[in-house]
C-alpha cells in the first residue's frame, strides 16, 4: 500500500511577493503528484482580511477537486479577527483524518494567536489531542500537523515563534506516540528527529518571501508499508529531491521508525 500526501503551506494571499505563476505551478504540480491527501499547514492570508479569505476560499476549492484537503490557521489568518472568516469561508480550526488502509492517522491543531506572530496550542487542545491518540490502533503512523514550527530552524536568522508551549507539547507528544509533525511559519523547509519523532517543515509554496537561497517549494510525504519517503519540490521549477527517508515497522504492536537519513542541505 502506497499513500502520498502533499504538505503545503504558507500561501499568503494579499502579500506583495505572493505569485501566481507559483500558485497556477503548484496547482499542477498537485494534479500531476495525485496526492491521496493535502495539508495546508497555514498562512493562508497576510491580514486576516476578508477580501484575501474570499481568495484563500477558491483556492482551497481547487484543492479539494484535487483530492481530500484539510487546512488549518497560522499566525497571518489571526489578524484581524480573521478566523471568524477562516471558521465560515475554510473550515474547521483543528480535525482528525484516520486513514486504516495506508496505515496513518494525521491531527491538525491550530496554533495561531489573535494579532500576534507567537503561538501556542494550550491545554484544551493538547487534552484533545490526547484523548484522539488514546482511541487511535498504536500501529498505526501518527503525524500531527501545526503552523508554527516545534522546534528551530536553521537558516531563519534570531529565533523567534517556537511555540510557547512547545516543552509541553513535546511531553504529549513522546507519551502519545507521535511519529511525524508537520510545520510551516518559516517558510524553510527543515527535517529534525527527536525523541523517535520526526519534524518536517515546508518552506512557502506560492511567495517569493524567502530566506538566504531557499526556494519556493512544498512537500511530499509516500507512506509506505516499511519506508516513508519525503521530497522537497521546486514550485518554481518543478524540480523534485529527496530530503528524508525512514524505514518504518511495528514492533509489538507500537509503529516505529527504525532508522533514518536526512538528506536537505539548506546551504
Ligand atoms: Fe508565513
Ligand atoms: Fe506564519
Same mark, same amino acid.
Given at each position: 500500500m502506497e499513500k502520498k500526501i502533499a504538505q503545503i503551506s504558507d500561501i499568503h494571499f494579499g502579500e506583495k511577493n505572493f505569485s501566481q505563476q507559483l500558485k497556477d505551478n503548484l496547482l499542477n504540480q498537485l494534479k500531476e503528484e495525485n496526492p491521496d491527501l493535502i495539508i495546508v499547514s497555514g498562512d493562508l492570508t497576510t491580514n486576516g482580511y476578508i477580501h484575501e479569505y474570499e481568495k484563500? $476560499? /477558491?483556492? +482551497? /476549492? /481547487?484543492l479539494k477537486s !484535487?483530492? @481530500?484537503?484539510y487546512t488549518i490557521p497560522g499566525n497571518h489568518d489571526a489578524r484581524n +479577527?480573521? =478566523?471568524i472568516h477562516f471558521e465560515r469561508l475554510i473550515g474547521p480550526r483543528k480535525f482528525i483524518h484516520v486513514d486504516k488502509s495506508g496505515g496513518f492517522a494525521i491531527v491538525g =491543531?491550530? $496554533?495561531?494567536e489573535p494579532d500576534i506572530n507567537d503561538g501556542q496550542i494550550g491545554l484544551d487542545q493538547m487534552n484533545w489531542l490526547r484523548k484522539q491518540m488514546e482511541?487511535?490502533? $498504536? @500501529? =498505526?503512523c501518527k503525524i500531527v500537523t501545526f503552523h508554527h514550527h516545534l522546534l528551530p530552524i536553521p537558516q531563519t536568522g534570531r529565533e523567534r515563534n517556537i511555540l510557547l508551549d512547545s516543552g509541553d507539547l513535546l511531553r504529549v507528544f513522546s507519551e502519545c506516540g507521535v511519529d511525524f509533525v508537520l510545520n510551516g511559519h518559516k517558510h524553510v523547509p527543515n527535517v529534525w528527529? !527527536? /525523541?523517535k519523532m520526526v519534524t518536517i517543515n515546508s518552506g512557502t509554496a506560492t511567495t517569493r518571501k524567502l530566506r538566504g537561497y531557499t526556494f519556493p517549494s512544498h512537500n511530499q510525504l509516500i507512506i509506505r508499508d516499511n519506508d516513508i519517503q519525503v521530497n522537497l519540490i521546486n514550485t518554481e521549477t518543478g524540480s523534485k529531491k529527496e530530503m528524508a527517508n525512514y524505514s518504518v515497522r511495528v514492533e509489538g504492536e507500537e509503529y516505529v521508525i527504525c532508522s533514518y537519513k536526512h538528506l536537505l542541505n539548506n546551504g
Open positions: 484563500a $476560499s /477558491e483556492f +482551497v /476549492e /481547487e !484535487i483530492t @481530500d484537503t +479577527v480573521g =478566523l =491543531l491550530d $496554533s495561531s482511541k487511535l490502533p $498504536s @500501529d =498505526l528527529m !527527536i /525523541e
